[in-house]
């Protein structure tokens, strides 16, 4: 509206001066002028105030939502107004946020009462045999070791479930150090050799010493993940096979087993969080160690790859950008 009025009002001082209008005219010329701009001025900022307050209440409505608990709200982000867009943004990837931690929060309470149910009631079956009066010592011993055992089942389940919850953060920020790849490897190996020796699976190394930018303590989650895995469905006297090289600014890790294998099927739900296979693989753990693999490979921007068949073994090949 100012606008408007203020280039009219120029027109008319220039069109008096040069002579083209009287006082009369000019008095008559701002009147008739002035109202209009009056009434198309009041029209432009009512439709511009309404236009601007819509996408504010629209907002309102969203907030609402979220706050009864529906974090699918989405908000437009382009918009006229730099600041509205701006808004619309910031809502959005609060909601995200917000989403992703429901998701981990209800992952985390079904997940507990599922897998956790089977290893409980072993441990109260136990329990109930060891209050019994005609049991001897040695079956007593024999009924606390099995509690033992599944206690440390159910330890090691709860720390991958937290474990899991943490890196599954959509932004979680990983802490990169440099260190040489393959003697964490090396030390993950001594670490779980008893496992290994156990089974009197041979060890073939063929590691080619390099330093790689990354987060050392999740890479060896990966390491002993998928080498546990390795030694636990290798048959006694199996032979566990593990290769680093760095190529290209590529670091790949091959880890082969010639164990039991899986099939095709199985192959393309493995990385899938608590999935286990209905094979003798299902009898430990909780299906959730190669989900930790995938999403801590998937931090540090590389892939992995597995090639398997039933009853000739498996290989993992991971790729890590250097």
Not at 32 to 49: C, D, K, N, Q, Y
Not at 54 to 72: H, Q, S, W, Y
Not at 174 to 200: G, H, P, Q, T
Request: proline share 1%.
């Amino acid at each position: 509206m100012t606008i408007s009025m203020s280039l009219i009002s120029i027109v008319m001082i220039v069109l008096y001066y040069v002579g083209h209008l009287d006082e009369s005219d000019t008095l008559f010329l701002l009147i008739w002028f002035i109202l209009p701009s009056l009434i198309t001025g009041t029209t432009i900022a009512f439709l511009v105030a309404i236009k601007g307050l819509r996408p504010i209440l629209k907002m309102c409505n969203a907030i609402t939502k979220v706050a009864e608990g529906d974090f699918t709200v989405r908000f437009k982000e382009k918009h006229l107004i730099h600041e509205v867009s701006q808004m619309a943004e910031c809502f959005n990837i609060m909601v995200k946020k917000l989403d992703n931690m429901n998701i981990l929060h209800n992952d985390f309470i079904n997940n507990v009462s599922h897998e956790f149910r089977t290893p409980l009631s072993v441990i109260e079956g136990y329990a109930g045999l060891l209050e019994e009066d005609q049991v001897n010592k040695t079956e007593r011993i024999k009924y606390a070791n099995q509690i033992m055992k599944v206690t440390e089942k159910l330890s090691s389940a709860i720390n991958n479930i937290l474990f899991y919850s943490k890196i599954s953060l959509e932004e979680i920020k990983v802490e990169k150090e440099l260190f040489n790849l393959s003697e964490s490897i090396r030390e993950v190996l001594i670490m779980i050799e008893s496992e290994w020796s156990s089974k009197n699976i041979a060890v073939d190394l063929e590691l080619q010493d390099f330093f790689y930018s990354g987060n050392k303590e999740m890479l060896e989650e990966v390491w002993s993940n998928l080498i546990e895995n390795a030694i636990k469905f290798s048959n006694i006297y199996g032979k566990l096979e593990i290769t680093t090289f760095c190529n290209n600014y590529i670091a790949t890790i091959i880890i082969s087993d010639n164990g039991v294998g899986m099939s095709k099927e199985t192959q393309e739900k493995i990385f899938d969080k608590f999935f286990q296979a209905e094979t003798s693989h299902s009898q430990e753990g909780a299906g959730i160690g190669l989900s930790i693999v995938k999403r801590i490979i998937d931090l540090h921007q590389g892939k992995v790859i597995v090639d398997s068949e039933l009853n000739k073994g498996t290989t993992f090949t991971i790729h890590l950008p250097v």
